[in-house]
């Protein structure tokens, strides 16, 4: 990888991999996902005609209650276009200080589309306040920018953002005719937890970005959901990033086979990330915060790189940042996974 290396990158060859928590976007395609993939029916999605494509659009637009959908190559994408469909140049956003959108996104909004992030400041649970958000609307006067969106996340580091939170928020936004975006990249994972569909966190957002290669195990794809006319506007600039594709039916086929087969399983991926957490709490010194299929793992600073390294060495990866690490649970973390981590940890403070 060009630059500096980050704590994400593996130190181990593949062969030397045991368990990868870095992440729920390191999943291989299954089996049966590589058949769905090569029997696709595809066409050229530039010019709309590409079947699988517009059945995946459409089938996500209807779960999230929408009128539209557009397939995006990436995440990233999907939330440049969508804050810029809603905000001109100059225009402001309301967002949280932790969110995607702004820490891991290459300030992308800003350099591209000149639209200015507001932070409002979050909870250890990623949430901000309805309180917050009035607070953030800017009078008009022509010192200002003036406020067009509120960007909320959900789940925010894994924790999940109520329904009812998500509408008090939205709620404040729309008393100052702002818009709401919400990047849904684990909306699903939010969902699960809730014990609702999507739909019911969708209701409050004009626009909601909902990603395929995280927990439902796709290689690749995002879906922008909203309005027509939104959406429109989200099509033009899409051509405008370069993520106009042609025959990518392929993927949108392993995108819809995720939808048939691997939404159900989040809720194994959240009793994994559970049954860790509860393997490890009664370790001295060991701070342990579960949320949803992400574990937050606090070691002290005198153990964080031994720690490191004895992990390492029994063949498990994940996110080892100072001085918390980020373990993922997803789709190729099985039983035997978690067992395998609960036992090197206790191993160390054996």
Known sequence: MPG?????????????????????????????????????????????????????????????????????????????????????????????????????EAGGTAALGGAVPWILEVDDTGAFTPE?????????????????????????????????????CAKAAREHDLAVHLDGARLFNAATAEGVGIDAFAAHADTVSLCLSKGLGAPIGTVLVGDRATIDRAFRLRKMLGGGTRQVGHLAAAALHALDYHVAG??????????IADGLTDIDGLEVVPATNMLWITPSADDHDGLVDHLVAHGILACFWKPTMRFVTHLDVDDAAADLCIEAFRGYYA
């Open 4 to 104: 500096q290396q980050s704590a994400t990158e593996s130190p181990l060859t593949a062969g030397d991999v045991r368990a990868d928590f870095r992440s729920d976007t390191v999943t291989r395609a299954t089996p049966a996902m590589r058949r769905a993939m090569a029997e696709a029916e595809v066409g050229d999605d530039v010019y709309g005609e590409d079947p699988s494509v517009n059945a995946l659009q459409n089938r996500l637009a209807e779960m999230a209650g929408k009128k539209a959908g557009l397939w995006f190559p990436s995440g990233t994408q999907s939330n440049l276009a969508a804050v810029l469909a809603h905000c001109g140049r100059g225009d402001e956003y309301l967002i949280g200080r932790n969110s995607h959108v702004i820490l891991n």
């Open 266 to 275: 989040l809720a194994d991926d959240h009793a994994r990330a559970a049954r």
């Open 132 to 168: 917050a958000v009035h607070a953030g609307v800017k009078e008009p006067d022509q010192h200002h920018p003036p406020t067009r969106l509120l960007s909320l996340e959900n789940t925010c580091n894994g924790h999940v953002q109520t329904v009812g939170h998500v509408a008090a």
